[in-house]
Nanobody
Framework: QVQLVESGGGLVQAGGSLRLSCAAS????????MGWYRQAPGKQRELVAT???????NYADSVKGRFTISRDNAKNTVYLQMNSLKPEDTTVYYCNAEDWPVKYWGQGTQVFVSS
């Protein structure tokens, strides 16, 4: 079992920045991919960014050039630096860790971007 605890969400003005953190605990040795997803009310959860244990990254087109995912394997922590935030980035962000085929999820952290 893996437990994920997110932090760093909050309220920011458009154009501002936030950094999300997600710390993993438990059986973390076999985790490969970690990442961030987001889900607006009534919509499907969508990928924001993922990073492999080796550092390979993948981003949604909507956040490329604005968000940066990084990972500290020694701390079992993944980060999402979000710059140039837009009101449409407002939603709940979820941390994800994959120990294939099992996926673990955090409880979610709210990001609100005011216009």
């Amino acid at each position: 079992q893996v437990q994920l605890v997110e932090s760093g969400g909050g309220l920011v003005q458009a154009g501002g920045s936030l950094r999300l953190s997600c710390a993993a605990s438990g059986s973390t040795n076999s985790i490969n991919f970690m990442g961030w997803y987001r889900q607006a009310p009534g919509k499907q959860r969508e990928l924001v960014a993922t990073i492999s244990s080796g550092g390979s990254t993948n981003y949604a087109d909507s956040v490329k050039g604005r968000f940066t995912i990084s990972r500290d394997n020694a701390k079992n922590t993944v980060y999402l630096q979000m710059n140039s935030l837009k009101p449409e980035d407002t939603t709940v962000y979820y941390c994800n860790a994959e120990d294939w085929p099992v996926k673990y999820w955090g409880q979610g952290t709210q990001v609100f971007v005011s216009s």
